[in-house]
DNA sequence: TTTGACTTGACAATATTAGTCAAATATAAT
DNA sequence: ATTATATTTGACTAATATTGTCAAGTCAAA
């Protein structure tokens, strides 16, 4: 696997590396430093929004960043459930079919 | 695949087979009959309460009715994410790490 | 043409999420 | 040790999303 880290600690160790500090780049977001720490800390969820800003602001991957962001968006929709596992493999049937239909139609 | 039906529809076919009325489930639901429309009609989500109360007064398979349903809402969670198949990926390989590192903590 | 089943949409109540702020805690330089 | 700066914590507020009611509307069948 490529990448086990919590999106948090990404932004955390690349703002470090990048010698900002919190209030830097919380301000760029603009929201107080405290939403920013707890983010980092993955004590609250960053707004789409905020993951793009933040990608931009510390150079990382947009995509990348992104996908691991959804990622554990939809993990944490199933982080209770017994059958999270199950419901996912059947989301990714389910979104395969979908999204082979939709290829079939734009082509018209 | 086995199924490509919504929950909604697979409740108001089993609903109809079973000749009950909106108002007849909505009840033991304890809910107004506009909702179970509209949850039938995919244009509300249930609650999982809900669903495992609708699985029970129609004879549905309990599992495999919320295996849809949370693959639905981690569907509705990802639906206008262009990302959204990669995110799903993701997420699968990460839960799996995550179940087979508790698997190996619970026999501690 | 009325009756019963369902649908629709405006609205209200509630829950969840996103944010501020100030005080508490580190961390680090004098 | 003392002060200065960075981060964390938690109580509180604001904004948004979810869940529900209700009443009026549509539709089909009797």
Redesign the pocket.
């Known amino acids: 696997m490529k990448n086990t880290k919590l999106v948090g600690e990404l932004l955390r160790e690349k703002r470090e590396e990048k010698g900002l500090?919190?209030?830097h780049v919380s301000a760029e977001l603009?929201?107080?430093?405290?939403?920013l720490?707890?983010i980092?800390?993955s004590?609250?969820?960053a707004?789409k929004e905020?993951m793009l800003k933040l990608a931009e602001v510390l150079d990382l991957n947009k995509e990348d960043l992104l996908v691991q962001y959804l990622s554990e968006k939809i993990l944490y929709e199933i982080k209770d459930e017994e059958l999270g596992e199950k419901a996912l493999k059947v989301a990714e049937q389910q979104i395969k079919y979908i999204n082979k239909k939709n290829k079939g139609i734009e082509g018209v």
Chains 1, 2 share one sequence.
């Open positions: 500090l919190l209030r603009d929201i107080d430093t405290a939403i720490s707890k980092e800390r004590e609250r969820k707004t905020q």
